[in-house]
């Protein structure tokens, strides 16, 4: 899930400035176009991923660490 949810920090982060400033401007009736609900989908991804992904990186090296001493 760590991966992931990078990834689509990495895609959000580098495609969708655009998109961020036009639903921060609001949607009028005229300028809604059929790629409104993806756009939607994906930013609520986007939510979930930056909420995710500080909690998937701690868990991840914690497992890291543990299986290093467990080795030694």
């Known amino acids: 899930m760590l ?6 920090l990495a895609l959000t982060m580098l495609n969708l400035e655009h998109v961020v400033f036009n ?3 609001g949607i009028r009736a005229e300028d ?3 790629h409104d609900d993806s756009q939607g989908v994906v930013v609520m ?3 979930f991923s930056i909420m995710a992904s500080p909690v998937l990186l701690l868990g991840y090296l914690i497992l890291v660490v543990h299986t290093y001493y467990e080795t030694r």
Do not use: K
């Not at 991966?3 to 689509?8: P, Y």
């Open 3 to 8: 991966s992931l949810s990078i990834i689509v």
């Open 23 to 25: 639903l921060m401007g």
């Open 45 to 47: 991804l986007t939510m």
């Open 32 to 34: 809604r176009s059929i």
